[in-house]
Every structure is written in C-alpha cells, then in structure tokens.
C-alpha cells in the first residue's frame, strides 16, 4: 500500500512544504516516485537527498535549479522533460539510473564527469544541448537515441557491446564514434579521442 508521500502530486502542496525547510529535509528522503510537475520552477539550495528515490515523473523537475550534490543513488527512471533546463552544479549521483525518457535533460548543465554505471537506455534528444566535461561512463549502455547528447564534448566514452546508436547520438565526433565502435567490432569498454579517432581499450 502506498504512503500519502507517495501520492503527493498537487504542486501547491508541495512547495507549501518546501518552504518549511525542516519538514521538507525530513519529508524527502522518504520519498520514492515524485510525479509529473511536482517540482517545477524549483530552486535547491542545499543537497537534494532521496536515497529511496525510484522513478521521476514528466516534467517533474522541469527549469530546476539544484546548488548541491544531487543524491539519489537508488533512482531507476527518469520521464520526459523531468529535468529539462535545469542547472546541477554538485556531483550528479544516480548510480543506479537505468532508463532516460526522450528529452528528460534537454538543455540542462553539468559539472563533472556522466557517472552512470547501470544506464542502459536513453531516449532520443535525452541531454540534447545540455554540457558535459569529462568522461562518458556507462559500461551497461545498450540503446543511445538521436542526439540524446548532442553539444556535449566527451573525451573519453565506456559503454556497453553491440549498443544501438541514434544519428549524432554521443555530440561532438559523434560519426566517428560510430564508426570506430563498428570498426572494433561493437565491443564493450573504453574508447579515447585522440583527436581524430576513437582508440578502443580494454
């Protein structure tokens, strides 16, 4: 049976408790799933922490703004749109999101390294115009949707054998991405620009 936290969905109610600083630290890391358009607008000051945290709804977190680490090590899905024009200035921990919806990061930005160790599905347009430095890290990664990271400059990708990539899939040097995945037989593991293509490691 679920808890009346996890049915929270009016967006009124949720932010009357996220100006009682308190009650929402204490509140949150109860939670579970947070549905479409609970958080919208939002601004995080602190760390965002929901170590139960599950699933994440469309739109959930759209034009967010999240100034600490954002912790959620057990969330699994993230909907369409759920962080669209968000801004993560801490460290991103979701280590084990498996499932990206189409859009769910657009135009969003980062600071660090892509640290997804059990990702295996991103939809097309996922983190499309959103910045990434750093390495690429998704050794379960299977299916890449169309431009799901278009604009991002990775420099150093670990993914899954025989992944499905979309058209521009993986930003910059992305055809040569594909390329030379192909060209080393899809293997799994470590490829490094070394600025024209992508060397395979073991």
Not at 94 to 105: D, I, M, P, S, Y
Not at 126 to 150: H, M, R, V, W
Request: hydrophobic share 35%.
């Amino acid at each position: 049976m679920e808890t009346k936290i996890e049915l929270i969905k009016v967006e009124e109610i949720i932010k009357s408790i996220q100006n009682e600083n308190e009650l929402f630290n204490k509140i949150m890391p109860l939670i579970k799933s947070i549905d479409q358009n609970a958080f919208r607008n939002s601004q995080f000051r602190g760390e965002f922490n929901c170590p139960y945290l599950q699933a994440v709804g469309n739109s959930a977190f759209l034009n967010s703004e999240f100034n600490g680490v954002f912790n959620c090590p057990d969330l699994q899905e993230v909907g369409q749109f759920a962080f669209s024009l968000s801004y993560f200035r801490g460290e991103f921990n979701c280590q084990n999101l498996q499932e990206v919806g189409k859009h769910a990061f657009y135009y969003s930005q980062f600071n660090g390294d892509f640290n997804c160790q059990n990702l295996q599905y991103v939809g097309n347009g996922a983190f499309e115009l959103s910045s990434f430095n750093g390495t690429f890290n998704c050794p379960k990664l299977q299916i890449i949707g169309d431009y799901a990271f278009a604009n991002s400059n990775f420099t150093k990708i670990t993914i899954g054998a025989n992944a499905n990539l979309g058209e521009g899939c993986i930003g910059a040097h992305s055809d040569e991405f594909i390329n030379d995945y192909e060209a080393n037989g899809r293997q799994a593991g470590t490829y490094v620009w070394n600025g024209e293509h992508w060397i395979y490691q073991k």
